[in-house]
């Protein structure tokens, strides 16, 4: 209680709850799984999310923090609060899209 006024309300939820931009690419694996034709494409789809999935938690556990103690008199600027947020949002945006193009790549007829 004495430092939610000071916590990252974002990454907390993320950290507590776990349902995110990551856990919807994981759904929307298995939902679009049957439109992919041969289990070999299948099989890459599957294995190409679990490693970006694999990644992204990698990434939010040792690179993003999950709590920022500014021990100065001064108030950190805006960028310094909120980089966190922004990094989790880029790589997360970034990993759907990567899914979306990959799906798209193995559901074209060729």
Known sequence: MLFSPFTNKVITNYKKYGLTLNSIIF?????????????????VFVISI???????FIVHKRYIPN?????????PSLWKRMWPSI???IISVTST???GWLFNYLTKEP
């Open 87 to 89: 990094l989790s949002w």
């Open 27 to 43: 759904f929307m694996m298995l939902i679009l799984i049957p439109e992919i034709d041969t289990i070999i494409k299948r099989a």
């Open 67 to 75: 709590t920022i103690i500014f021990l100065s008199d001064t108030k």
């Open 97 to 99: 899209l990567f899914a």
């Open 50 to 56: 679990i490693i970006l999935l694999s990644i992204l």
